[in-house]
């Protein structure tokens, strides 16, 4: 991901509403949880995470790409100099926001985090990339022993939209040749499955809509964005 950092936001960057309902689910769990940070797996430029830091939640972002973390620290830079202007327009008591921490990190390596420490193991288009067995084994060990959350989350495209036809073809074309592409549903669901197993409770990815969006979208900004 290091050549698209600079353009990712651009390509495949979600809409600064859509930050700002994931961020607040991340305040509702946590208020369901005796406290902890938040730990975002594939934090890559924030699209998602400068949100929860945002609000003042405790939050640690790891992502093997520098330049993707580098977009990411910008927008926290940003976000400072906002809060110390008086123009942020978060509701929320900038005196005790929590400390934020990005880190180069490969999350199929051991996670260099606490063990207990995590109210929220967030995983954003990113968990069809990692090993599953240690993704479990490795959530489990952070997650605070009374209440903790491993959230999945997933951008669910109509099925007729042009990134979803385009998706379907170049699957098709992978396959032609031999190779078998990585799904992000297909992951999402066996980890919840693998998560369960362990004897936690899982819902079904699908049962939590936290917004709804649309956008306008080009082929050819697709097909330039994979042959990146």
């Known amino acids: 991901f290091d050549q698209q950092a600079a353009d990712f936001d651009e390509r495949a960057g979600l809409p600064v509403v859509v930050a700002q309902a994931v961020g607040q689910e991340f305040v509702r769990l946590i208020a369901l949880t005796d406290g902890g940070c938040i730990v975002d797996i594939g934090a890559g430029t924030g699209d998602l995470g400068h949100a929860a830091i945002g609000l003042g939640l405790a939050y640690i972002g790891l992502d093997m790409s520098l330049p993707m973390l580098r977009v990411f620290g910008a927008k926290i830079a940003r976000l400072s100099t906002e809060r110390t202007d008086g123009r942020s327009s978060d509701h929320v008591d900038h005196a005790a926001a929590k400390p934020s921490l990005l880190a180069v990190a490969d999350a199929d390596a051991p996670w260099p985090l606490q063990a207990d420490s995590a109210a929220i193991v967030f995983f ?58 990585r799904k992000g549903e297909e992951a999402s669901r066996s980890l919840a499955i693998a998560i369960r197993e362990q004897g936690c409770l899982a819902q079904e990815p699908e049962q939590l809509v936290v917004a709804h969006w649309t956008v306008e979208e080009q082929a050819s900004v697709s097909l330039a964005g994979w042959r990146s």
């Open 124 to 181: 954003s288009r990113a968990v069809h990339l990692l090993d599953q067995e240690h993704i479990v084994q490795q959530s489990l060990r952070v997650a605070r022993p009374d209440t903790a959350f491993l959230v999945i989350g997933r951008v669910r495209r109509s099925a007729d939209s042009v990134r979803s036809m385009l998706r379907r073809e170049m699957q098709h074309q992978l396959r032609r040749h031999g190779i078998v592409g």
